[in-house]
């Protein structure tokens, strides 16, 4: 049995508006008859409260596979390799019903040019209330594990807290932002949760997905980017596999890298590896045609042409990426409008 609209709307107000609180002084009789009837309603209602509270079920949780689509196709700008490979990615795996593993995608490139912003995309076309939900989780290194020292208590907490949220939620999102920067030894605490393990200690992890985020691997996918361009070819013919060997080489190699120190990469439990291609002045223009767009302004060229020609652009002798992508677009924006 359905709820009836009004019955919810009523349940709502009673709830949420102070009115039993409003009722002064509230005699015992009625109090108890308020109660009889809330118990006699949520009775014959048990799934009202899934209306007004996140929980883990397909209302909060479904994939939106034309929204994530609509959203990569007109809110990213200059990513077709990124954006095809997340599409792909999420959809195949939401598509599952028995996934042998859970999603694990490592995001790559230089600063600002959109790996939050994609995981912020994915979020919002799987959960209801986006990055607000209680089962999406965000880690920064230097934020949530700031001292070497204190690893062992990082690791036994960062375990306790993935297990307990899936426990709770199977489609649980983590987001290690950073991942660059994380310690080798978190990064191997969290190998189990990525592997094919059918159950650990009795909880399934194969619905969650992990997104890492890093900026390892950002210099030689400008390196092939730079090459393009200089040999006059669209950036759009960039292919995966121009990038995969040099990515993966210089994540391998750069022994600053947390990443390089762990066996997650030739374990195989990285399932995606997606490249951030440095931004160009046309995608600034972009962003801050985007950014005046949700200011609700009209989107003006000569603005957004004048806050990109306020933005740095490297290397030195030809000046074609942006040097902090599209990262201080907003604030920039202040000054011109
Ligand atoms: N490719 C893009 N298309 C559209 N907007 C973008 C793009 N890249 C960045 N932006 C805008 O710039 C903001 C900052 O980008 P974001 O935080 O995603 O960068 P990042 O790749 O995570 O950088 P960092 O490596 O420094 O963390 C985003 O919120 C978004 O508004
Ligand atoms: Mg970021």
Not at 144 to 169: D, M, R
Not at 265 to 294: G, R, S, T, W
């Amino acid at each position: 049995m359905k709820p009836r609209k009004q019955h919810v709307v009523l349940l709502w107000m009673l709830i949420c508006s102070g009115l039993t609180e409003g009722i002064e002084p509230i005699s015992t009789s009625i109090a108890v008859g308020m109660a009889a009837a809330l118990t006699g309603f949520l009775a014959s209602y048990p799934n009202i409260l899934y209306y007004f509270h996140e929980c883990c079920r397909p209302e909060w949780i479904s994939f939106n596979k034309t929204g994530l689509q609509k959203d990569l196709d007109s809110k990213l700008f200059g990513q077709h390799i990124a954006s095809r490979i997340v599409l792909k990615a999420v959809n195949g795996f939401m598509n599952n019903d028995n996934p042998k593993k859970p999603l694990v995608l490592s995001l790559h490139g230089w600063t600002g040019t959109g790996k939050n912003f994609v995981s912020k995309l994915i979020a919002e076309n799987i959960y209801k209330e986006g990055m607000d939900s209680s089962f999406v989780h965000v880690f920064t290194s230097e934020l949530h594990f700031p001292h070497a020292s204190e690893i062992e208590t990082y690791k036994s907490q960062l375990q306790q807290w993935i297990k307990g949220n899936v426990t709770n939620c199977a489609h649980s999102m983590f987001i290690f932002d950073e991942m660059d920067k994380m310690h080798p030894g978190l990064i191997d605490s969290i190998k189990p949760y990525l592997d094919y393990y059918d159950k650990l200690d009795g909880v399934s992890y194969r619905k969650a997905m992990f997104i890492f985020l890093s900026n390892a691997g950002g210099e030689s996918i400008i390196q092939t980017a730079l090459d393009f361009w200089r040999d006059g070819r669209d950036r759009n013919e960039i292919e995966l596999h121009d990038l995969e060997t040099a990515l993966s080489l210089s994540v391998f190699n750069n022994k600053k890298s947390g990443l390089w120190h762990t066996s997650l990469i030739d374990k195989n439990l990285v399932d995606f590896f997606v490249p951030f291609l440095p931004l160009e002045y046309k995608h600034v223009v972009q962003c801050a045609m985007a950014e005046m767009e949700a200011r609700g302004f009209d989107p003006d060229k000569d603005v957004a042409d004048q806050v990109a020609k306020d933005v740095i652009y490297f290397p030195k002798t030809e000046r074609v990426f942006s040097v902090k992508g599209c990262k201080t677009i907003e604030s920039k924006l202040d000054y011109y409008i």
